[in-house]
């Protein structure tokens, strides 16, 4: 209770209005990270947000490292679905959450327009400041790409992450230990290539 947590992804409500929230927790001691439900948290006003102390937020690299984007094929347009966000090709997309053959997520040109789109259309970006810096060159629009250099340039500025505490205590949903799980071995995965 009290302590401030950085929300970087989100699951949309099931049947019932519950929603998880997947959150890092940083301070002295290191960052501690899981999922929570979403009645658990409440947003910050803009006072309150601008008085939280730097070593509370996470890290601009840190936030890259532990989300997923990806990058749009082709066009889709839902049609009379309004939980369902439309994709322009070659957007790079901020995923939230997966299920099944579907995704939640948001463009990085435009987080406020957030929604179901189904994975077919899109294809994984690796979620590295390295890869992403490392790229060639992907046509971007314009407006994700001045947000994707602004957190690579603030993430370059911030040098070292801490270390990371054990995450999550407890039995996870099924859905979300199985995304943790293919997360976590994608995770190793790129480390030990990297070594």
Same mark, same amino acid.
């Given at each position: ?17 519950? !929603? ?6 940083? %301070?002295?001691?290191?960052? *501690? ?49 309004? %939980? ?5 090709? %070659? ?14 997520? /948001? ?5 406020? *327009?957030?929604? /179901? ?16 810096? =490392? ?14 250099? !602004?957190?690579?340039?603030?993430? *370059?500025?911030?040098? @070292? ?21 293919? @997360? ?10 990297? =070594?």
């Amino acid at each position: 209770p009290g302590e401030v947590v950085n929300v970087l992804a989100g699951t949309p409500e099931d049947a019932e209005g519950r !929603a998880l929230v997947y959150v890092v927790v940083c %301070n002295v001691a290191g960052i *501690r990270e899981g999922w929570l439900r979403c009645d658990a948290i409440r947003l910050l006003n803009e006072d309150e947000a601008r008085g939280v102390a730097p070593g509370c937020r996470l890290p601009p690299r840190e936030i890259v490292r532990r989300s997923t984007f990806v990058q749009v094929r082709e066009d889709w347009q839902p049609v009379d679905q309004p %939980n369902c966000v439309a994709l322009r090709e %070659n957007d790079v997309v901020q995923l939230a959450a997966v299920r099944g053959h579907w995704a939640y997520g /948001w463009s990085l040109s435009a987080p406020t *327009r957030r929604g /179901w789109f189904p994975l077919a259309r899109v294809r994984k970006v690796e979620s590295s400041v390295a890869a992403l810096a =490392d790229r060639e060159p992907l046509e971007l629009p314009q407006g994700a790409a001045e947000a994707l250099r !602004a957190l690579l340039q603030q993430a *370059r500025e911030e040098g @070292a992450p801490p270390a990371m505490l054990p995450a999550w205590q407890g039995e996870l949903p099924a859905v979300v230990a199985e995304s943790a799980q293919k @997360a976590e071995r994608e995770w190793r995965g790129h480390l030990s290539q990297a =070594d």
